[in-house]
């Protein structure tokens, strides 16, 4: 048996076995431990062995790609999304890709899957734009205006993280992947190997495309869906927020009228460069993990 199908077949038990709370309490015991020692200490300490059934997702997903679990304490894990979560950080990450594209700044781009070509034309050029001024573009992998961004920054040469709402042995790209953008892109995946996709899973990869970034576009939004509540979540993290500016006769003007009278600024429909750039700068007085407002937790503290 390998090193690699133990540990990641370890990390699905205990994901299977237990809330994503308790790992987090479990974890923070175990904080000053390198990557070798936490398998064993569950093993060990928790009783979690892996069975049948977690070795046989284990195996899936080393076929189809595999995958590099990232505990919360490991040195790794980004630092940003811990800071900003504090317990309601995802104990265990799946990650395929270039880890270190945590470590670049990302600027968020979000938006409806039934979008207008207003929003897909303004995503795709403020991904371009944001990507060749070496900022990463964080985003969802839904159809519309999340794929467009992801498109725009690798084909501009930049890099971008993708938060699926699907387990990692589940993730189909909604953009387009060239051959050489293995370095360019980061999957990261929340939930376990073999788990259900339910409603819930969206609204929780919603909270990490928004504690991850350092500001967000919405480039096209109706007045109900998810790209609301992940606006919700940018307010609540205390994220600069911006909405692309919709000629009149868009199909979803009043909309993004409400969200810049609720605070959002407003931004050009089409970028130009020193635009971006601009933008981008004013987003660098906050660029250390210490300065964002760790999520406020109604429950710290009344459970082991």
Request: aromatic fraction near 8%; hydrophobic fraction near 40%.
């Amino acid at each position: 048996m390998s090193e690699k199908l133990l540990e990641l077949a370890t990390f699905i038990e205990a994901q299977r076995r237990h809330t994503e709370r308790q790992l987090v309490y479990w974890f923070e015991e175990a904080k000053t431990l390198g990557k070798g020692g936490i398998v064993s200490w569950l093993r060990d300490s928790k009783g979690i062995v892996p069975t049948g059934r977690s070795f046989s997702l284990a195996e899936q997903v080393l076929q189809c790609g595999g995958c590099e679990v990232l505990w919360l304490h490991d040195r790794r894990y980004p630092a940003r999304l811990k800071r900003t979560l504090g317990t309601e950080s995802p104990p265990l990450l799946y990650c395929r890709g270039n880890l270190q594209l945590f470590e670049r700044p990302q600027f968020a781009i979000i938006g409806m899957r039934e979008a207008s070509e207003y929003g897909l034309k303004s995503a795709r050029a403020y991904a371009e734009q944001i990507a060749q001024s070496g900022w990463g573009v964080v985003s969802g992998n839904a159809i519309g205006v999340d794929a467009s961004a992801h498109d725009g920054a690798l084909r501009a040469g930049g890099t971008t993280i993708v938060f699926p709402p699907t387990p990692i042995e589940q993730f189909i790209p909604n953009f387009t992947p060239s051959d050489s953008a293995a370095e360019h892109i980061l999957v990261a995946s929340r939930y376990a190997p073999g788990s259900e996709v339910t409603p819930w899973n969206f609204l929780g990869r919603n909270v990490l495309v928004a504690a991850l970034c350092r500001g967000a576009l919405v480039a096209e939004t109706g007045m109900h869906g998810g790209t609301l509540d992940t606006v919700s979540h940018l307010r609540r993290f205390r994220r600069s927020l911006f909405v692309v500016e919709m000629p009149k006769e868009a199909p979803c003007y009043e909309a993004h009228r409400l969200l810049v009278a609720s605070g959002a600024k407003v931004v050009p429909l089409t970028p130009t460069v020193e635009f971006v750039k601009d933008l981008l700068a004013s987003l660098e007085v906050s660029v250390t993990p210490e300065d964002d407002p760790p999520a406020q937790d109604l429950f710290d503290g009344l459970f082991p």
